[in-house]
């Protein structure tokens, strides 16, 4: 399995995207050359040089070490998002698929519901009621996303729950508790995998989303999203400082795209043996 | 002793409320100890709905199935589990019906560990006493399915249904997909354990070769019927029911001069 993601080129670049952002997240306090927050005006849109690598924003404030730290938010927020969110989809989608067709039923209604609300007016909503900061725009993502992971496991569940394999473990005295942990989980995992690496794609753009439009972190964050937003007015006059935190954006969604689609082609030929 | 008591199993009919096809039909069945029965007829006859009442797998639409004087619709949750002691069931596809990512070990050990106490040593005693009797090696014991041919597969199944002991196993089309010789070596292996071991076997089959090698008793199954029982010593002479002789008239002509 490592190897042929080894031997399959849009999984390494894909990989190669991913650690340099999480390269760039864990090491940002020692690459960053300046204070992110340090405002100095009278540096204001300062050219790139030797003192500030990719130049300063309308604060003057290094746009280098702004990036670094902006993959902190990014993968700070989506990644734990994700783990709630697994958690999540994996208990309630499997209950689900275990259940009798009524409740079935019930949790597929209480899905749909959800899934028939935008995201952005249920983070809208959400930030509305519960106020700014960075756990409140975690929780939004979850309220919004929960109903797609959730159904999405349970369609993996569904599908495997018809195998002969598990009837023989039913016959074999299996609880169904002990059908969902032994039997269910392990076989949906690798299709689960994937669907939660091309999540954190999602998410990181929902993230960025969010913070564009000022729901949810504090004015001055050194947020992609907000460093879009606040670049819009200088779009004319510098135009980079909206090309650099679009493109980390770009890479690292594409990376965990990328990493995500190499993953399910490797896996569902697997799958088929 | 399983008992079946008029069994009836309908299917609802698409869009027709109300409306339904009747998959097992007003069956009465008694499985004695110690006998091989088969239950053969074509396919859409019934004979899997049956089987899954039988072991309590499908609840029926009406009548009740009875293990040793008692109804197994009616067991709690625990006991409900704990029938499967007494009964097993070898399912059509080995390869889809192990897990593929348990080992034969697992396997073969996972209702001793669900079912019976015992400890982790008498287990292992356990699975590599089942792994002998069903002439496996050893050496597959930490294999996967995958990584088995079709007969080791259905060798550890029988070897999973047998593990526990049960009084009656049921073989749902379980020698369909084998190849002759395989199939061969494996009916005469369980005709070995029976003698040794006094199962109650009920194949479910549309080989009606498999039933003729095999059983004792033979149930021929129409439409969800019974529509013939017959007690087989030999000769084919004693199936009556033109169904019964429709089925019979499919072997091959060699088959049928041996044993008339």
């Not at chain 2, 072991?55 to 004087?69: A, K």
């Not at chain 2, 897990?99 to 396997?107: A, W």
Request: charged share 20%; net charge neutral; aromatic share 8%.
């Amino acid at each position: 399995m490592f190897k042929k993601v080894l031997c399959n080129p849009q999984a390494v670049i894909g990989l190669v995207l991913i650690a340099v952002v999480l390269a760039a997240a864990v090491m940002a306090p020692m690459l960053a050359p300046h204070d992110p927050e340090a405002v100095d005006v009278t540096r204001k849109f300062a050219e790139p040089g030797k003192e500030y690598p990719l130049g300063t924003d309308q604060l003057g404030r290094c746009e280098l070490s702004r990036l670094l730290y902006g993959a902190r938010y990014s993968i700070g927020m989506s990644l734990p998002t994700l783990l709630v969110l697994s958690v999540i989809g994996l208990v309630l989608g499997c209950l689900s698929a275990c259940s009798g067709k009524a409740v079935d039923r019930i949790f597929i209604t209480v899905c749909d519901i959800f899934i028939s609300f935008p995201s952005l007016i249920i983070a809208a909503a959400v930030i509305g009621v519960l106020g700014n900061g960075m756990q409140n725009i975690v929780i939004a993502i979850i309220i919004s996303m929960w109903a797609w992971f959730t159904r999405m496991i349970r369609s993996y569940a569904v599908a495997e729950m018809g195998r002969d394999y598990i009837l023989a473990a039913r016959i074999s005295g299996c609880s169904t508790f002990q059908i969902i942990v032994r039997h269910l989980i392990p076989n949906i995992m690798s299709q689960f995998l994937v669907y939660v690496s091309t999540g954190v794609a999602s998410a990181i753009l929902m993230v960025s989303g969010f913070s564009f439009l000022n729901l949810g972190l504090s004015a001055g964050a050194a947020e992609w999203g907000a460093m879009l937003n606040e670049a819009r007015s200088s779009l004319y006059s510098h135009p980079e400082l909206l090309i650099y935190p679009g493109a980390c954006i770009l890479i690292t969604s594409a990376g965990f795209n990328l990493f995500g689609e190499a993953l399910r082609d490797i896996i569902e030929p697997e799958e088929g043996q | 002793m399983l008992e079946a008591i008029n069994l009836y199993k309908s299917y609802p009919a698409a869009g027709q409320k109300g409306k339904g096809t009747n998959a097992v039909n007003g069956v009465d069945l008694v499985l004695e100890d110690r006998m091989t029965y088969a239950l053969v007829g074509e396919s859409g006859s019934g004979k899997s709905t049956l089987s899954k009442m039988l072991t309590g797998l499908l609840p029926p639409t009406s009548g009740d199935v009875l293990l040793d004087g008692k109804s197994i619709f009616s067991l709690g949750r625990k006991e409900s589990r704990l029938r499967f002691t007494q009964m097993q069931m070898v399912l059509q596809d080995s390869k889809s019906a192990l897990d593929p990512r348990f080992t034969v070990y697992d396997s073969i050990a996972e209702p001793i560990r669900n079912l019976l106490n015992v400890p982790k040593q008498r287990e292992r005693q356990m699975v590599a006493e089942l792994m002998n009797k069903m002439e496996l090696p050893d050496s597959l014991m930490n294999r996967r399915p995958n990584e088995l041919s079709g007969g080791q597969q259905k060798r550890v199944c029988i070897a999973r249904a047998i593990s526990v002991s049960p009084q009656l196993v049921i073989f749902d089309e379980a020698m369909s997909g084998l190849d002759v010789i395989v199939r061969k070596s494996i009916l005469e292996l369980l005709k070995r354990l029976q003698e040794e071991s006094g199962f109650t076997y009920l194949f479910i089959t549309h080989d009606i070769d498999v039933a003729l090698y095999i059983a004792d008793h033979i149930l021929v199954m129409k439409e969800g019927k019974l529509v013939e029982r017959v007690c087989y010593t030999g000769s084919i002479e004693c199936f009556k029911h033109p169904y019964s002789r429709m089925l019979l008239d499919s072997l091959l002509p060699e088959y049928l001069g041996q044993n008339a």
